[in-house]
């Protein structure tokens, strides 16, 4: 469960410039819940995310994750419970590394880096069969460098990598934005099912509305560092789109 | 003939540090200047206990892993404190010249009378043949010792952060500490390196270090423009061309002074040379 309280962040403190990107936000999420994001840009929703994955140190507030607060964790430290996708497909993945390396380091996610090679047959067959449920053909291509590879299919495997140590969170961040239709669907199919599976929390930023309506179990509208609207599953499927872009 | 010979001696002497390089340039995306302090640090350190009447093999161990602690007070300076890398090397090298100084006691120490690693078993009859074999044996040990390193999971995580830190943080790698570890371990190779020439040549310098790591980032360049012919990325090709590059580097070195140019200008062919290897492929590019 995750449960933030008060949680601020300023940018330029002190300056001319001063502005404030999270401003005293609450809200809770609990197990297996699919959040959808939605807000202007600018609102806060991506400072939200680095603040709760610990990529931006918050100015004050608590973030817990199942009962613990992490607001004081590094964001390798919290990488051990929380999954991020992000807007851009070459950040997730490591393009250098082969595909296999890249799923070597989300396997040991949570566990030491240590002086023995674990790349070896028995992983291989392991990742071999996961990357198979993509049905993008890339399980023969292990030893390919993920450099090589298109922006679907590194976003595709990047998902799968973050869920792979079975994080207690999944944040992601427009994670379809820089992907053709055809591709969007497969990642969003690809998003619901693992979140369904493994049954984590997860925080969807969007904006495209249809995916908003079409995905999720409860959604939520940020505003000026704010939540301003939060439905939960019932009130969101009531919602049409209509009243969605209204919002805006 | 020597005097080829000898140059490729020096060539796999310095290919060590090379290593060194590969590791902070092309792992890590940083130039490290301490390689220039470091390279001195085990230089003075193995001639100050050879001279003691330490073993030589002793002092290699010892050198590496002095050179390695220099390497991580750089790593520090620059993940936790947050100093720029270039400069945070700079400074370890410049503190390091004062500690190479105060190692030696003065500024050369000549090797003379001593038991040096080559003499431990005679492989040759023919002194540089024998020399050449042991360096040979070193630097192959270290490559694949540098490989193995880069394909364990530790390995993995090290490229991965120098490759993409945000991906490597949010996979659980604490970046800073690779950082550290992984300039250490580069400083190291460099130190093996300052223990090797200094061996070569018979003594130490203080001034031996000046100029190394331009050396070395020749030497990757060249290792470079060796892996693009043969097409493969593996990391071993990489580390062997990276090996080729240094002994080729003074094989060019060897033959500019053959045709005459004056030793004084000897850096400064170094220095062209350098940007030839480093612009040729942009050069081609803007042609293309
Ligand atoms: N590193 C930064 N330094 C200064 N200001 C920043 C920084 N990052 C974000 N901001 C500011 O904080 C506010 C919130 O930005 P944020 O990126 O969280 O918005 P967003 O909701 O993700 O927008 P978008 O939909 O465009 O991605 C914006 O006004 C932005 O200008
Ligand atoms: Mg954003």
Sequence with gaps: ?248 | MDFYLSAILLGLGFSSMAMGIFISMKIFNIPDITTDGTFTLGGALTAVLIMSDFHSLLSMPAAFLLCAFAGAITGFIHAKMKVNALLAGILVMTALYSVNLAIMGKSNIPLIGKALVFEIITFAEDGNLNRFVYLFLMILICAFFLDRLLKTDFGIAMRATGNNEQMARSNGINTDRMKITGLAIANGFTGLSGYLITQVQGFADINMGIGVVILGLGSVMMGEMIVRLFGSNSIIIQITAVISGSILFRLVLAFALSIGIDPLYLKLVVAVFVLLIISIPNLRKSHA
């Design chain 1, 1 to 248: 469960m995750l449960e933030i309280r008060n949680l601020q962040k300023q940018f330029n403190r002190g300056t001319a410039n001063e502005i404030t990107a999270v401003d005293k936000l609450n809200f809770q999420a609990w197990r297996g819940e699919f959040i959808i994001l939605v807000g202007s840009n600018g609102s806060g929703k991506s400072t939200l995310l680095n603040l709760i994955a610990g990529n931006l140190n918050a100015d004050s507030g608590s973030i817990k994750l199942n009962g613990d607060e992490i607001v004081e964790y590094k964001e390798h430290e919290r990488s051990r419970l929380i999954g991020r996708i992000f807007q851009n497909p070459l950040s997730g993945t490591s393009p250098d590394l082969s595909i296999l390396e890249n799923f070597r380091l989300a396997y040991l996610r949570d566990k030491c880096k240590s002086l023995r090679i674990g790349t070896g047959n028995d992983f291989r067959e392991m990742i071999s069969e996961k990357i198979r449920e993509l049905n993008m053909g890339l399980e023969k291509k292990l030893d390919q460098e993920m450099g090589k590879l298109s922006g679907g299919q590194r976003q595709a495997l990047t998902l799968l990598m973050s869920v792979f140590a079975r994080p207690t969170l999944l944040l992601l961040d427009e994670p379809t934005a820089a992907l053709d239709p055809k591709s969007s669907v497969q990642l969003m199919k690809l998003t619901e099912m693992l979140i369904q599976d493994n049954q984590i929390t997860a925080i969807l930023v969007t904006h495209n509305l249809k995916d908003a309506l079409q995905y999720g179990n409860r959604i939520l509208q940020m505003s000026e560092g704010k939540i301003i609207r939060d439905f939960d599953a019932e009130s969101k499927k009531n919602l049409n789109l209509n009243e969605l872009v209204s919002w805006f």
